[in-house]
């Protein structure tokens, strides 16, 4: 009886040093990704852009105040990224004419809830037609909503992603760019380009040159844990990243 209470009192203490660890690898990790002061104050809503969060969500809306937006884009936020990171490229895209929502995640990891922007398709009847996309293991789970509902989406839009080995939309009759940088030390170019296979035929790949994995949000103190120091300003790579994602829900909106 004896025996069996230590090993019972071993087992406990060596879960809870696993869940210390755990926990404190996770506090970490969300740490390095949180946003820039840019990137908060990109929350403001000003003459041209409205920006909101749903009751009882934790959706950053973004509208613009202009025209009422018939195309819209769900951005899903990289791993360990605070999603905020992804406010100031939200807010320009909207400031075109679109609506774009940024999901959070539980622990910051699109994995832990693939099939989320289904309740912000439903939250948005107004909205005809749906882009989903993201940045990093974001895009990676983008793609794979798409391939659970490729029905509730027209486009998809990979920023330094591609979809998993195992998941195959080449079939679809989808909109797709992948926006990549060459100095992406994490999303690695031959990685995003071996990924055509399973893109439909017409996927549109767009480089930025000198673009790398970190500057496609606003968040951490310097470069991502394996990325390359990228050789132009983040403004510039996140115009283009705007520029090119635009195009995509200026194509899907007018079918």
């Known amino acids: 009886m004896r025996t069996h209470r230590r090993l019972l009192i071993a087992l406990g203490a060596t879960l809870l040093v696993l869940l210390i660890v755990s926990s404190t690898t996770l506090i970490v990790l969300n740490s390095r990704g949180q946003a820039?002061?840019?990137a908060v104050a990109a929350l403001e809503p000003d003459a041209l852009v409205a920006v909101s969060q749903v009751a009882g969500q934790d959706w950053h809306v973004f509208a613009p105040t202009a025209v009422k937006a018939t195309t819209g884009l769900?951005?899903?936020?990289?791993?360990?990224?605070?999603?905020?990171?992804?406010?100031p490229i939200a807010r320009a895209i909207a400031g075109r004419g679109f609506l774009v929502v940024i999901d959070p995640m539980p622990l910051n990891l699109a994995v832990t809830d693939v099939s989320?922007?289904?309740?912000?398709?439903?939250?948005?009847?107004?909205?005809?037609?749906?882009?989903?996309?993201?940045?990093?293991?974001?895009?990676?789970?983008?793609?794979?909503?798409?391939?659970?509902?490729?029905?509730?989406?027209?486009?998809?839009?990979?920023?330094?992603?591609?979809?998993?080995?195992?998941?195959?939309?080449?079939?679809?009759?989808?909109?797709?760019?992948?926006?990549?940088?060459?100095?992406?030390?994490?999303a690695l170019t031959e990685e995003i380009l071996s990924?055509?296979?399973?893109?439909?035929?017409?996927?549109?790949?767009?480089?930025?040159s000198g673009g790398n994995h970190t500057q496609f949000g606003s968040y951490g103190q310097g470069l991502q844990r394996g990325d390359n120091p990228a050789t132009i300003s983040r403004d510039r790579q996140q115009a283009a990243i705007v520029a090119g994602t635009v195009e995509l829900l200026e194509i899907i909106g007018a079918n």
Do not use: K
Not at 74 to 87: K, N, Q, R, S, T
Not at 154 to 162: S, V
Not at 195 to 208: G, N, S, T, Y
């Open 74 to 87: 769900i951005l899903y936020p990289g791993g360990f990224v605070d999603p905020v990171a992804y406010a």
């Open 36 to 38: 820039q002061p840019e």
């Open 116 to 186: 989320s922007a289904d309740a912000i398709i439903a939250a948005h009847p107004e909205i005809a037609h749906w882009a989903i996309g993201g940045h990093s293991l974001g895009g990676a789970m983008a793609a794979e909503f798409v391939a659970d509902a490729p029905q509730n989406v027209d486009g998809l839009a990979l920023w330094a992603a591609y979809p998993a080995p195992n998941t195959d939309l080449s079939a679809l009759p989808l909109r797709v760019v992948s926006i990549y940088g060459d100095a992406d030390g994490v």
């Open 195 to 208: 990924a055509a296979q399973r893109l439909p035929p017409d996927a549109q790949f767009i480089l930025i």
